[in-house]
């Protein structure tokens, strides 16, 4: 995709400190570093988000990141643990619309990267889980 910045970086036409490259993916530093060692893994296919992957791309890019994430943890003995984020869709945090997987180093949990996950546990009953519950599994029903 011409406009694309990350089709860009995959095209060698804007730098990037790439730290591992197949046929399949680029791997390299996220301009952020929102923790040092912050690296993106991008499917050299233009896709825009994780609803458009197929299972053969989804099986390629994903056999790619353990080995990934192992080198950059090796990489530093102060990397402790690692949160591999991928967003999908503008409201959620997605701002570059080539598909891609954020790999982020943690030191602490204070070290500058923040999740949040709310427990909504107790608004919730059987009924409510059960009818979230069948109307996923409708739609996989359809996928078939
Ligand atoms: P998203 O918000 O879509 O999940 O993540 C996009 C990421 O791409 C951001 O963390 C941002 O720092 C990174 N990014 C945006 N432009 C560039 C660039 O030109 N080079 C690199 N290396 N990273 C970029
Ligand atoms: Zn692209």
Redesign the pocket.
């Given at each position: 995709m011409t406009d694309c910045?990350?089709c860009?970086?995959i095209n060698g036409d804007?730098p990037?400190?790439t730290v591992y490259e197949d046929d399949v993916v680029k791997a390299?530093?996220?301009?952020?570093?929102?923790t040092p060692g912050?690296t993106?893994v991008v499917p050299k296919k233009h896709v825009k988000d994780m609803f458009e992957y197929d299972e053969d791309l989804a099986a390629a890019v994903f056999s790619r990141i353990p080995k990934i994430a192992r080198a950059i943890k090796k990489s530093n003995p102060a990397i402790k643990g690692m949160n591999i984020?991928?967003?999908n869709g503008e409201v959620?945090?997605?701002?570059?619309?080539h598909s891609?997987i954020?790999l982020i180093p943690r030191y602490t949990t204070e070290d500058g990267f923040k999740m949040i996950f709310t427990d909504n546990g107790d608004k919730y009953d059987e009924a409510k889980y059960k009818e979230i519950q069948e109307a996923i599994i409708k739609q996989l029903e359809d996928e078939q």
């Open positions: 910045i990350f860009k970086i804007i990037s400190y390299f530093l996220d301009i952020s570093q929102s912050h993106l984020v991928n967003n959620a945090y997605q701002s570059v619309f891609h954020h």
